[in-house]
């Protein structure tokens, strides 16, 4: 008999099941929420599109066939994953369940995503969420590539800000950390002019915390530091300031995490008053794309989190 032929339907199935169960067919069709008779057709054209018989009516009650327990084995297998699929749909419906793919320039990584990801694991810890923490430039080409759900970037003029969906968010300030006991640490007040001769670790050229610092240099008539080590790496970034006197520009959501507990890393904010702000940055999700309830859901806590800390 051809394959096809064998098919049987999901009803026909939880039937068979219930019958085997129960022993009975009226106690099956009371299970299914069927009658009798229509029971007995169901089980007929099982058997007819088997080409067998799949139970034998005993004193006892119905019990499987050879070919009826082969049926049963692989129905109960069928059941259980369309249980498991009605779950996963109802999940992925609700916001409880899937799996999206998000990016943040550090600080809103820091100050946003981490809690609302908290809150939204509380009530769906089998989302599976995936972030990236890396510079606008990149997170906007996997945005514009479709290969992430939303990001927490800046707009830069190389991508068409009429593709996405744009909600401002924040801007973030600069501040200057260093080892707890570095020489400068200890101080009431740095002026900018003193920290000029140091040793400093900083983001790439181009970077904008690092514009951010070198404009604030140069807004009161000093050029850059010369004595610079580059590199996107925040791990490279601990371990340098740990082991010497050197300085970072760092955005004040990163640099508290690291001074305040629980972590307490061992590193101070240097006191210098300038206010350092860097451009601001936006929720962006692709017009075109639309999110799924999971991502949609994220989305919506990381919004009502800005308003939250919106002025006013």
Known sequence: MPPARLMLKPAQLRLIQQIAEHGQLQLAAETVGMTQPAASRMLAEAESRVGAQLFIRQPKGMVPTEIGQAVLRRARVILREMLSMAADVTALRSGEGGAIRVGAVTGPAVSYLVS????????????????????????????????????????????????????????????????????????????????????????????????????????????????????????????????????????????????????????????????????????????????SPLAQRLRDRLAAMSRRAAPG
């Open 116 to 291: 609302a990801i908290r809150e939204v694991k509380q009530t769906a810890p089998e989302a599976d969420i995936t972030v990236d923490v890396m510079p606008s430039r990149d997170l906007l080409g996997h945005l514009a590539a479709g290969e992430m759900d939303f990001v927490l970037a800046r707009l830069l003029p190389e991508f068409d800000g009429q593709d996405f969906n744009i909600l401002p968010m924040r801007d973030e300030k600069v501040c200057f950390l260093a080892r707890a006991d570095h020489p400068l640490s200890r101080r009431d007040r740095v002026a900018l002019p003193e920290l000029i001769g140091h040793e400093w670790i900083m983001q790439q050229r181009g970077a904008p915390i690092r514009q951010a610092a070198l404009a604030a240099f140069a807004d009161v008539g000093l050029t850059e530091p010369r004595n610079i080590v580059s590199s996107p790496s925040l791990l490279l970034t601990i371990a340098y300031l740990a082991q010497s006197d050197a300085i970072t520009p760092m955005s004040e959501e990163m640099a508290e995490l690291l001074v305040r507990p629980p972590v307490s890393a061992g590193f101070a904010i240097l006191p210098v008053r300038q206010d350092i702000r860097v451009s601001p940055y936006y929720l962006l999700d692709l017009k075109r794309r639309p999110l």
